[in-house]
């Protein structure tokens, strides 16, 4: 592990550790899942957005998780800041939303988990799996939550990883890997961690990552799970050399190599079933990397956005960026700008502003069949958001 002194590092790091990572992220993480239904199925047009009912979602918030069942979208966690930043407000509940009925519906709490947030989840296939993250400290406990029994059952902790935040999560489509993210040592000291485990639900039981081989600890970074291994792109540090690896959890090994991107915090990417895609705007770009080939391509930043986006997503065969800040307005505002990119096609086309959600920082963007669902975040007053919209690519 590597040890970090200054104090404002972890707040900078919350934004970078959000869900959207997606898939990847924040991520994240990887806590967005595409396969199933296409969600809300009807005549809309492309590029068309349809707001999101607010009756019944869950109360405002940000850096919680959001996963795709198939027909739901699972809305759990999460933090809003109140007062300017001078009280946290962590949550344990949440709820699911159903974008072909535009409803929601509540999710119970769990009364043997805490709230937090910068947490992980991942779908099963049945079932969403919560693990880690923050409150007043570190956590590393979690639970299964099946949507259609309405009901949480908890995990054992018995060889778990110990406890963190910002963890890179995914579903193997047997056991849910968990490696690296932060914690604070006895003197509150910032630790970035390299290590982990993966749990099977079917024994309830935690067997151990081999570190041997592994990248360097990510301080910040994108993973995804490509059907056979597990990708990691990240970097010790904002300008640190930036590192690829890949984790074959049949074989227990890892391989790492140099990845062809810049490192940088606000970086974020998608899984399109080939390649991982990787964006950040403004100065550094992004690139595509397909593990196939073992190769890295370009993506051409002619007619992409003037933002550095809050969240990213892959919908049928496109790249999608949404939100964030506008990098172009008065003091850096937050945006409704966002962007799809055609890799067949190597063009960048803008979303339509038309009946898009609010202007926001930190929104989930999740995938879902057919269609993006955006969900949450911030906007300039840092006032937490409970709406969000169902967008038509």
Same mark, same amino acid.
């Given at each position: 592990?590597?040890?970090?002194?200054?104090?404002?590092?972890?707040?900078?790091?919350?934004?970078?550790?959000?869900?959207?990572?997606?898939?990847?992220?924040?991520?994240?993480?990887? +806590?967005?899942?595409?396969?199933?239904? +296409?969600?809300?199925?009807?005549?809309?047009?492309?590029? #068309?957005?349809?707001? !999101?009912?607010?009756?019944?979602?869950?109360?405002?918030?940000?850096?919680?998780?959001?996963?795709?069942?198939?027909?739901?979208?699972?809305?759990?966690?999460?933090?809003?800041?109140?007062?300017?930043?001078?009280?946290?407000?962590?949550?344990?509940?949440?709820?699911?939303?159903?974008?072909?009925?535009?409803?929601?519906?509540?999710?119970?709490?769990?009364?043997?988990?805490?709230?937090?947030?910068?947490?992980?989840?991942?779908?099963?296939?049945?079932?969403?799996?919560?693990?880690?993250?923050?409150?007043?400290?570190?956590?590393?406990?979690?639970?299964?939550?099946?949507?259609? *029994?309405?009901?949480?059952?908890?995990?054992?902790?018995?060889?778990?990883?110990?406890?963190?935040?910002?963890?890179? #999560?995914?579903?193997?489509?047997?056991? !849910?890997?968990?490696?690296?993210?932060?914690?604070?040592?006895?003197?509150?000291?910032?630790?970035?961690?390299?290590?982990?485990?993966?749990?099977?639900?079917?024994?309830?039981?935690?067997?151990?990552?081999?570190?041997?081989?592994?990248?360097?600890?990510?301080?910040?970074?994108?993973?995804?799970?490509?059907? *056979?291994?597990?990708?990691?792109?990240?970097?010790?540090?904002?300008?640190?050399?930036?590192?690829?690896?890949?984790?074959?959890?049949?074989?227990?090994?890892?391989?790492?190599?140099?990845?062809?991107?810049?490192?940088?915090?606000?970086?974020?990417?998608?899984?399109?079933?080939?390649?991982?895609?990787?964006?950040?705007?403004?100065?550094?770009?992004?690139?595509?990397?397909?593990?196939?080939?073992?190769?890295?391509?370009?993506?051409?930043?002619?007619?992409?956005?003037?933002?550095?986006?809050?969240?990213?997503?892959?919908?049928?065969?496109?790249? !999608?960026?949404?939100?964030?800040? +506008?990098?172009?307005?008065?003091?850096?505002? #937050?945006?409704?700008?966002?962007?799809?990119?055609?890799?067949?096609?190597?063009?960048?086309?803008?979303?339509?502003?038309?009946?898009?959600?609010?202007?926001? +920082?930190?929104?989930?963007?999740?995938?879902?069949?057919?269609?993006?669902?955006?969900?949450?975040?911030?906007?300039?007053?840092?006032?937490?958001?409970?709406?969000?919209?169902?967008?038509?690519?």
């Amino acid at each position: 592990m590597i040890r970090l002194l200054p104090v404002f590092v972890c707040l900078l790091l919350q934004a970078c550790f959000a869900r959207s990572f997606a898939g990847c992220g924040c991520g994240p993480h990887a +806590d967005d899942a595409s396969s199933g239904t +296409d969600a809300g199925d009807n005549d809309a047009t492309h590029d #068309t957005w349809i707001p !999101m009912s607010d009756e019944g979602a869950p109360t405002g918030r940000w850096l919680h998780t959001a996963i795709w069942t198939g027909s739901e979208l699972l809305i759990w966690g999460g933090r809003c800041d109140i007062g300017g930043g001078s009280v946290t407000m962590a949550f344990a509940d949440g709820g699911a939303f159903d974008p072909g009925a535009n409803s929601w519906r509540s999710i119970p709490s769990p009364g043997f988990l805490s709230s937090r947030f910068l947490h992980r989840a991942v779908w099963t296939g049945t079932a969403m799996i919560v693990w880690g993250g923050r409150n007043a400290s570190a956590l590393a406990d979690g639970a299964i939550f099946d949507p259609v *029994a309405d009901l949480w059952t908890p995990i054992s902790d018995l060889g778990a990883p110990s406890p963190r935040w910002g963890a890179f #999560t995914e579903w193997t489509g047997t056991k !849910m890997i968990v490696w690296g993210g932060l914690t604070r040592d006895s003197n509150n000291s910032l630790l970035i961690l390299n290590d982990g485990s993966e749990y099977d639900p079917s024994s309830d039981t935690w067997t151990p990552v081999s570190s041997a081989a592994s990248p360097p600890p990510p301080i910040f970074g994108v993973s995804a799970w490509t059907g *056979a291994e597990m990708l990691l792109w990240g970097a010790a540090g904002e300008g640190a050399p930036g590192f690829l690896g890949r984790y074959d959890p049949n074989a227990g090994s890892w391989e790492t190599g140099i990845a062809e991107v810049e490192s940088t915090i606000l970086m974020r990417g998608a899984w399109s079933g080939e390649d991982l895609y990787l964006w950040e705007g403004l100065d550094f770009g992004g690139g595509r990397y397909r593990p196939s080939t073992d190769r890295w391509y370009d993506i051409d930043p002619t007619g992409a956005p003037d933002t550095i986006p809050a969240a990213a997503a892959w919908v049928g065969s496109r790249f !999608m960026i949404w939100g964030g800040i +506008d990098s172009m307005a008065p003091s850096f505002s #937050t945006t409704s700008i966002g962007a799809t990119y055609d890799p067949l096609l190597n063009l960048w086309a803008p979303t339509t502003l038309v009946g898009a959600p609010s202007p926001r +920082d930190d929104p989930s963007l999740t995938a879902a069949g057919a269609v993006v669902l955006a969900w949450g975040g911030q906007d300039d007053g840092f006032n937490c958001l409970s709406s969000g919209g169902i967008y038509y690519p």
